[in-house]
């Protein structure tokens, strides 16, 4: 009996380990539940040869914004947007449903992405001073990133990596280190080389006689027209001009005195100047059009003494230029970037850190009908260059159309943050109805249509190519937010996009906003940016939705609940206002609350309202107490409400309340139901009192202890379990409602049929209501009665009840469905945290169960999290997610178990607590404050995403030519360091770095010199030439000569993983015995 157990739930042993997504800790054994069948005859269902075959969890995408990013990189070749984060997991987007992720192998945070140009690659480095290279194509030739090969740079700290480039002609990759030396090494991390760019080496060439220490490099910028120009900044503001193809120093930019360290660098687009950005918030404009009289110049867009750091710059234009920070310190509070255009000077107060910029050009387009599709088929009138900042922060991803003095945004097809508001409710539905589909469509364009009013309408990251077209099911997400709105998303393919958004905090009245002042108009400071984690009245706080038809149904951490019904127009809704007291009033007095924790008021009962949904009704559950379940049968006007002291049934065609019944025990002493102050309370409170006289940002710094005698609250932050809520002792007990659900009529005792409304509660307690409803011509007038069944169904106690349900057979009743009327065949599903129990309707018995059980030392902590109805392949199951992240599957009525797989991470208890499931068999969850896990167990609601990127290597073309003129005296000189190991001690590399690994200067400086023929200069007679003979120079004229590492080296290298997939094939190895002359060698 064991082994056919196991053998069902997952064809093995229970000690086999599961599969481990999203690098999961080591997990212990999932439970297994155990089916205990009644005498009587079990009820046949469907099956096939092998039922496990309906049911396959497979991994979808992730929806949102990544969390914790820490750079980002843009391909303009593939036009493909990287990202890399903090956690360590790299992103790819493309144009819309062009998406790629993966991990690297350590939780490590990534620090620059380098895409290559000659093939469908990606170098990645890691703060743990790891290099690893993706290829984004699989063996099969498939989009997928895999990583191909695994280097740790060998050294100390003087050679942690800070900065990596790549060479023009896509051979090798510059990275620059902490000890201020650049290392040329080979892409497929086979060599590197002795000879490196380092400040001693540049100026012994050069013949630079300053004894200044550059410090660690900090930039590493390739010229925009002239590609074989490396310009390396160092921290003290010493900065190298190198030509990349000969690795020889062309010029050395000593420091601007009174300027304060190196921070970053930019080049301008035609290539004969650059600016580099500084610590004491100054910009240096360097004109090098001429190397042997270089100018620089210096300047401050504000006035002021003290000024914030400058960490990133770009220069995208003759008079445009874009840097983040800046400007004075008491001027703005916070992050901020500054655009400049001409005389124009706008400064943006962003809402956290910037972690990267770019700007891309992009065509503009005369047409106005929306965002060019994902098959890219609209064409556009007329076409204008434009440019578009790229904006990438801590808490989300900006695009601004750079046409000063709007900035308008763009609108994305993705990168949104879900999390401008913590989440803290979430509803998941399939096939929407479709006119609640268009009203979402229509109403949500026409506000999106306000806020981004870029002019500029076509997406300009279209990379890849979709094969085949998006599914066409209504799927949509519902979030509620801290900050008391509502978002609909649409989640039909890999990219979610926003649809609507209710705002209901504009319906009640809150505390006084005591945030900071808006800046005044001279300031030139406008604020951008969604991101806004502070919430003023935490009685706003979304608890609960519910999407019946198109009735929507909110409830929030106060108490209220308000009853939205659909509208496309504008209009003036009068709301109904019906209070709902769950306790005597001698009661409510023991659970006094403090003056802010009591009843939200509407600021009006008549108020305009924006097409969408609007407001029709609101119900105040006294005490005030979150809302924890909603329920709603919109063909009777009838609305359930259940909260931690009861629930209520409200009429809403009569706008009154038709019964409230409590579940609070009045018999408990006063003091067990004080409410406990959360630190994220008490951190709210002290910001209120501290913002009287400082602004809402600095006050973020300050928190403030729990009164004594009071302890913190250990209760879940994530969604579902609001901090804050009330808790009792830990040797006492009180039930609350948390799960409600209308039933069409079913026959509970006798021959009669009603509608039943089913309540569960925290302790596991089932409360059955019969329901009378008078005849349509007569329900305005007579009132809905309501009446308790007197039948336990209560078997197990101390445990809550995720699921209630109707079974007419093996289907699951809906409350618009009528079943056989008094038929044998009808159960109720109750799934309770630690079993799954199958009843028989009219009798009470039970007929099956399936408890979910665990060694003894997790007894306590294992429990199931979710439970949801499943339809899948036309057979009725139910899913259970469990405390240890597996997902079973049960069939009903019978409870066998069908299926089991490793879904969650059991340590993310916010993911598991918000898990949802819909009857086809669509899963999601928050597996991070800003974005949402989706896996899918059905065929029917699997997204079939196909999808190419380009391979082909891009062309490179060197319009511009550096000429290098020498002595013959310095050449000799010269030719003599490069073929010997010249003794200059920070650029010489150790015999056991240097062993096997040795990569040889691509072109012989010398060889080419003498090709040139150029005699009688100097070191110092270096100048720059445009030369139309060499414009069409292609890189097959530029050889590249790399010496890599034989089979048996390669074998012995410590520091090269392999990791799939085999070596790239190597020439023959180069040694340093070569009786060939270096000349030879070089060309």
Same mark, same amino acid.
């Given at each position: 009996m064991i082994s056919w157990l196991r053998h069902a739930f997952g064809g093995?042993?229970?000690?086999?380990?599961?599969?481990?997504?999203?690098?999961?800790?080591?997990?212990?054994?999932?439970?297994?539940?155990?089916?205990?069948?009644?005498?009587?005859?079990?009820?046949?269902?469907?099956?096939?040869?092998?039922?496990?075959?309906?049911?396959?969890?497979?991994?979808?995408?992730?929806?949102?914004?990544?969390?914790?990013?820490?750079?980002?990189?843009?391909?303009?070749?593939?036009?493909?947007?990287?990202?890399?984060?903090?956690t360590g997991e790299l992103r790819v987007y493309g144009r819309p449903g062009v998406e790629m992720s993966q991990l690297h192998d350590e939780v490590t945070r990534v620090v620059q992405i380098l895409p290559l140009d000659t093939e469908p690659s990606v170098i990645t480095l890691c703060s743990d001073n790891v290099l690893y290279k993706w290829s984004m194509l699989d063996e099969q030739g498939n989009p997928q990133l895999q990583v191909q090969r695994v280097y740790q740079f060998p050294g100390g700290l003087a050679k942690a990596i800070t900065v990596m480039a790549l060479c023009p002609t896509g051979e090798c990759i510059f990275v620059g280190t902490l000890g201020g030396v650049t290392y040329p090494l080979d892409i497929s991390f086979d060599g590197m080389s002795p000879e490196v760019l380092s400040w001693a080496r540049a100026r012994h060439i050069l013949g630079y006689e300053g004894e200044e220490v550059p410090g660690e490099v900090r930039a590493l910028e390739i010229n925009p027209t002239s590609p074989e120009q490396l310009l390396v900044g160092y921290e003290h503001g010493y900065l190298e001009l190198w030509d990349s193809l000969k690795w020889l120093p062309l010029h050395i930019f000593s420091a601007v005195e009174g300027v304060g360290d190196f921070t970053g660098a930019s080049w301008h687009p035609t290539g004969h100047s650059f600016c580099t950005c500084h610590v004491d918030g100054t910009i240096a404009f360097w004109d090098c059009t001429d190397l042997n009289q270089p100018t620089v110049e210096t300047k401050k867009h504000y006035e002021g003494e003290h000024f914030q750091e400058i960490h990133h710059v770009l220069w995208p234009g003759d008079n445009m230029l874009v840097f983040s920070g800046g400007i004075p310190v008491d001027m703005v509070d916070g992050?901020?970037?500054?655009?400049?255009?001409?005389?124009?000077?706008?400064?943006?107060?962003?809402?956290?850190?910037?972690?990267?910029?770019?700007?891309?050009? +992009?065509?503009?387009? !005369?047409?106005?009908?929306?965002?060019?599709?994902? #098959?890219? =088929?609209?064409?556009? /009138?007329? $076409?204008?260059?434009?440019?578009?900042?790229?904006?990438?922060?801590?808490?989300?991803?900006?695009?601004?159309?750079?046409?000063?003095?709007?900035?308008?945004?763009?609108?994305?097809?993705?990168l949104y943050s879900v999390h401008n508001s913590p989440v803290k409710a979430v509803d998941l539905y399939n096939k929407v109805q479709p006119d609640v589909w268009a009203l979402l469509q229509t109403t949500g364009?026409?506000?999106?249509?306000?806020?981004?009013?870029?002019?500029?309408? +076509?997406?300009?990251? !279209?990379?890849?190519?979709?094969?085949?077209?998006? #599914?066409? =099911?209504?799927?949509? /997400?519902? $979030?509620?937010?801290?900050?008391?709105?509502?978002?609909?998303?649409?989640?039909?393919?890999?990219?979610?996009?926003?649809?609507?958004?209710?705002?209901?905090?504009?319906?009640?009245?809150?505390?006084?906003d005591i945030r900071s002042p808006s800046p005044t108009p001279q300031q030139i400071i406008r604020s951008i940016g969604l991101w806004d984690p502070r919430a003023d009245d935490d009685r706003l706080i979304v608890t609960c939705i519910r999407l019946v038809g198109s009735q929507l149904l909110v409830g929030f951490q106060g108490g209220q609940s308000l009853m939205f019904k659909p509208n496309n127009q504008s209009a003036t809704c009068s709301v109904a206002i019906i209070d709902a007291p769950l306790m005597s009033a001698e009661d409510q007095r023991k659970t006094a609350r403090r003056k802010w924790e009591g009843p939200i008021m509407l600021k009006s009962d008549k108020m305009d309202c924006s097409p969408g949904y609007q407001p029709e009704l609101l119900v105040q559950l006294m005490p005030p107490s979150q809302v924890t379940a909603l329920a709603s049968a919109p063909e009777l006007n009838l609305i359930a409400i259940g909260s931690n002291y009861g629930f209520a049934l409200i009429d809403s065609v009569q706008n009154q309340l038709i019964m409230a019944h409590s579940t609070f025990d009045a018999s408990m002493p006063e003091a067990n139901y004080h409410r406990l102050q959360s630190i994220r309370k008490s951190f709210r409170q002290s910001m209120r009192r501290f913002n009287l006289s400082r602004s809402m940002r600095a006050?973020?710094?300050?928190?403030?202890?729990?009164?004594?005698?009071?302890?913190?609250?250990?209760?879940?932050?994530?969604?579902?379990?609001?901090?804050?809520?009330?808790q009792p002792d830990a040797g006492l007990k009180r039930d609350g409602v948390r799960s409600l659900n209308f039933t069409p009529p079913i026959c509970l005792s006798g021959t009669q049929t009603h509608y039943t409304l089913w309540a569960g509660t925290h302790l596991g307690s089932v409360l059955p209501f019969n329901i009378e409803v008078p005849n349509p011509s007569q329900r305005h007038e007579k009132p809905v009665n309501?009446?308790?069944?007197?039948?336990?169904?209560?078997?197990?106690?101390?445990?809550?009840?995720?699921?209630?349900?109707?079974?007419?057979?093996?289907h699951l009743l809906e409350w618009t469905e009528r079943g056989n009327v008094g038929s044998r065949g009808q159960y109720l599903v109750v799934c309770t945290e630690d079993q799954v129990k199958v009843d028989a309707l009219q009798s009470g018995k039970r007929k099956y169960k399936a408890r979910f059980k665990h060694s003894a030392h997790l007894e306590n902590d294992y429990r199931l999290m979710s439970a949801n109805f499943l339809k899948v392949g036309g057979m009725a199951s139910v899913m259970c997610l469990d405390s240890l992240g597996y997902v079973h599957v049960l069939s009903l009525p019978d409870l066998k178990p069908i299926y089991k797989k490793f879904c969650v991470d059991p340590t993310d208890v916010a993911g598991q607590r918000s898990l949802l499931c819909t009857t086809l068999g669509l899963i999601m969850y928050l597996r991070s404050p800003s974005e949402f896990g989706r896996y899918s167990i059905g065929e029917e609601t699997s997204l079939d995403v196909q999808f190419s990127i380009p391979t082909k290597r891009k062309p490179l073309t060197f319009k511009q030519s550096v000429v290098v003129t020498m002595s013959p005296e310095t050449k000799s000189e010269v030719k003599n360091e490069l073929v010997t190991d010249h003794k200059i001690e920070d650029s010489k590399l150790t015999e056991d770095d240097a062993s096997g690994k040795q990569l040889i200067s691509p072109v012989a400086a010398i060889a080419e010199d003498e090709k040139d023929n150029v005699q009688g200069s100097t070191p110092q007679d270096v100048t720059m030439a445009t030369s139309q003979d060499q414009s069409d120079k292609t890189v097959e004229e530029v050889k590249v000569v790399v010496h890599k590492l034989s089979e048996e080296d390669r074998a012995s290298d410590e520091n090269l993983v392999t990791i799939s997939g085999s070596p790239v094939t190597s020439p023959q190895s180069v040694t340093s015995q070569d009786s060939r002359s270096f000349e030879e060698r070089a060309l």
């Open positions: 093995g042993s229970h000690s086999d380990p599961p599969p481990i997504p999203d690098r999961a800790p080591v997990k212990p054994t999932a439970a297994t539940p155990v089916a205990k069948p009644a005498p009587e005859k079990r009820v046949d269902t469907p099956t096939t040869e092998n039922i496990q075959d309906r049911f396959i969890l497979k991994k979808q995408c992730s929806h949102g914004f990544p969390l914790a990013p820490s750079c980002m990189t843009f391909d303009n070749f593939r036009k493909l947007l990287f990202i890399g984060t903090a992050d901020n970037i500054t655009v400049v255009d001409g005389q124009d000077v706008v400064t943006l107060q962003l809402t956290s850190a910037v972690r990267a910029m770019h700007v891309l050009e +992009v065509a503009q387009s !005369d047409m106005d009908s929306g965002m060019v599709d994902a #098959a890219g =088929s609209a064409e556009p /009138l007329s $076409t204008t260059m434009g440019k578009i900042l790229l904006l990438l922060l801590e808490h989300e991803a900006l695009f601004i159309e750079l046409r000063l003095p709007d900035l308008p945004q763009l609108k994305p097809p993705y364009a026409l506000q999106n249509n306000s806020f981004y009013r870029a002019s500029n309408k +076509v997406w300009p990251i !279209d990379g890849g190519k979709l094969l085949i077209k998006e #599914a066409t =099911s209504y799927d949509v /997400l519902i $979030t509620g937010h801290e900050d008391g709105s509502i978002k609909f998303w649409d989640i039909r393919s890999v990219s979610m996009c926003p649809m609507l958004a209710i705002c209901s905090s504009e319906y009640f009245e809150q505390f006084e006050s973020q710094s300050v928190s403030r202890s729990v009164r004594p005698g009071q302890e913190r609250s250990r209760s879940f932050r994530g969604v579902g379990a609001a901090a804050g809520a009330i309501v009446h308790p069944v007197l039948k336990d169904y209560s078997k197990r106690k101390n445990f809550g009840v995720l699921f209630l349900g109707v079974l007419d057979g093996c």
